[in-house]
């Protein structure tokens, strides 16, 4: 429980962190320029080149690059801002990859259309979810991880590694079931402020990040109240 409040009151601080505001608005904003034209543009402007459309690592190397380049240029970088930067490759690798062909190498009009594909509101609330949902987990793995090794072995909470990987899976479906709730809220959130109101600037998207960690802290709140 103190993990979790402390993790939560972590996540809260977030949206003022501008390592963290650079990553989430690269996971709002990338799937819409993906389906628009100029998107070679837009990649040029963030340093990562139309080139590192050859393959999803390349991709994915290309935005560790774009923000830490971000982080340079602001003089500013935090624990938030990495385990956001983290959370958003991780995110990307696992829901573009499950678009994109097995058996042959993607192109890089198959890779732009998988990340475009997220630009809808149903999809774009999959993907927010996956993300707020991998980001706490890797917030409370991160304060734990301090402290559970001092309860691992003999005579102790978790007796062997397994345990403690039983125990792993088990925090990482508690973020993901917590996580619903966002889902529920992103795809309208979408919908509206990007394809009715044409609202891509950072000033929305951090009233986005703000109410869904709020919504995220309520639920993670009920649930521990009726553990």
């Not at 732009?112 to 999959?126: P, Y």
């Not at 891509?200 to 309520?218: A, G, H, V």
């Amino acid at each position: 429980e103190a993990a979790a409040r402390a993790s939560e009151h972590d996540l809260k601080r977030s949206t003022s962190d501008p390592g963290f505001q650079f990553v989430t608005g690269l996971l709002v904003r990338l799937p819409f320029h993906a389906r628009a034209p100029g998107f070679e543009n837009v990649l040029t402007d963030l340093g990562i080149g139309s080139e590192r459309l050859s393959s999803l690592p390349a991709f994915l190397a290309g935005l560790n690059f774009a923000i830490e380049r971000n982080a340079f240029e602001v003089g500013y970088s935090s624990d938030l801002g990495e385990l956001a930067k983290a959370t958003l490759t991780e995110t990307f690798a696992e829901k573009i990859g499950e678009r994109l062909p097995t058996l042959f190498e993607p192109t890089p009009q198959e890779l732009r259309k998988a990340l475009a594909g997220f630009a809808s509101g149903q999809e774009f609330a999959r993907l927010s979810r996956a993300f707020f949902a991998n980001l706490t987990y890797r917030s409370l793995d991160y304060i734990l991880s301090r402290e559970l090794a001092n309860h691992t072995g003999t005579d102790r909470r978790y007796t062997s590694d397994a345990d403690r990987l039983a125990f792993d899976r088990a925090l990482n479906q508690h973020a993901v079931e917590a996580s619903r709730i966002v889902e529920e809220y992103a795809g309208g959130w979408y919908g509206k402020a990007v394809w009715q109101k044409n609202r891509l600037n950072q000033q929305e998207i951090d009233r986005f990040t703000r109410y869904s960690f709020k919504k995220m802290r309520d639920e993670l709140g009920r649930r521990r109240a009726t553990a």
